[in-house]
């Protein structure tokens, strides 16, 4: 398939800049594909598309401010660098600003207490050690910054913003962004009406937002992220798989992890590791039974990880129907429920 066929146009005026408050107040569009039939709701509206038994799983990666601003020691130059990927104590992968100026040996001061060395490039990242003097996760929390999408221009006020309210295991670049429409009172009441959480792990790196270069997207090549799947989700999954209740995953991170661990049968087994699994029209899923999602970037795996569950054409359709509906796109922006 081609690129170009996940393309769309979107007015700018409808990549939101700033998340709603409170954040269970965004726009929900609800897709059933049993019905072939769409409903606008707002997202608190979830619990009526839901039942006793359904099972959300969610991603509980949290953000860390992974954009550290410095410059070249040799020449004072302005430098960036973003943090994908911990590789050990000192290592990272990371991505370089200006890359070309950045060359191996290439020494970052970003305080007296933090600098780095760049050690080699890769396919579009490069490694780099840091030297630090005190405890490295403190010292980023100081100096750097929430790693916002390059199309959100306005400064984010409260970083917590950027993070579900259910982040806990620090090591993403980029926000599981279907998760942030969650308040701890909605998921309080749909545990009351008997919906079932289960928390897995993706650190969002490369591999979620890297933009597909190759004309064709079979020759793609996604980049690996950091999975865990825990034994206690595991066996939430499968009991529910056993009893043919819906598993529902909330956002692509989680369809990531669910799909990389999942059998032939539709059930999962505690794992952890690194996945570049891509999804795209003529997948298969084996586990996951509907989604909970934003509207995502023309062109991007993420569209095709929904057309994949929707169908390009119908994915495509929707789109459409939601910038005629206008409803707000990308990170901050609304939501869509594929039943």
Not at 168 to 180: C, D, I, N, Q, Y
Not at 243 to 252: H, L, Q, W
Request: charged share 25%.
């Amino acid at each position: 398939m081609d690129k170009s066929d996940f393309y769309y146009d979107l007015p700018q005026e409808l990549i939101a800049q700033t998340p709603v408050e409170p954040r269970d107040s965004s726009r929900l569009l609800v897709y059933d594909r049993a019905t072939d039939t769409v409903s606008h709701k707002i997202f608190r509206d979830l619990g009526s598309f839901l039942k006793k038994g359904d099972v959300l799983v969610v991603n509980e990666t949290k953000v860390i401010p992974a954009r550290l601003l410095g410059q070249k020691i040799s020449t004072g130059a302005h430098a960036e660098v973003l943090l994908l990927k911990r590789l050990n104590l000192t290592d990272w992968e990371v991505l370089l600003k200006p890359a070309r100026r950045l060359k191996p040996g290439t020494k970052i001061s970003f305080s007296n207490k933090l600098s780095c060395e760049v050690l080699s490039s890769g396919e579009g990242t490069w490694t780099v050690r840091f030297i630090f003097d005190g405890v490295f996760e403190q010292i980023l929390d100081e100096l750097g910054t929430m790693p916002l999408p390059p199309y959100i221009k306005t400064r984010l006020k409260d970083n917590s913003r950027y993070n579900t309210v259910y982040a806990k295991v620090e090591g993403s670049s980029a926000a599981p962004t279907a998760g942030l429409h969650f308040t701890n009172q909605l998921i309080e009441s749909l545990k009351a009406q008997g919906v079932i959480f289960a928390k897995v792990l993706l650190n969002v790196g490369l591999g979620t937002f890297l933009p597909v270069k190759s004309e064709k997207i079979e020759d793609h090549h996604m980049h690996t992220e950091y999975y865990e799947m825990p034994k206690d989700a595991a066996d939430i999954i499968n009991l529910a798989k056993q009893e043919k209740r819906r598993v529902i995953a909330v956002g692509t991170t989680s369809v990531r992890v669910l799909e990389s661990c999942g059998d032939s049968q539709g059930f999962v087994k505690p794992c952890k590791g690194n996945t570049n699994i891509f999804i795209y029209p003529g997948y298969n899923f084996k586990v996951v039974d509907s989604l909970i999602t934003n509207f995502h970037l023309p062109e991007s795996t993420l569209i095709m990880l929904v057309s994949a569950l929707m169908g390009r054409e119908k994915t495509l359709e929707i789109y459409n129907l939601a910038i005629k509906e206008r409803y707000r796109f990308f990170s901050f922006g609304d939501a869509m429920f594929i039943i």
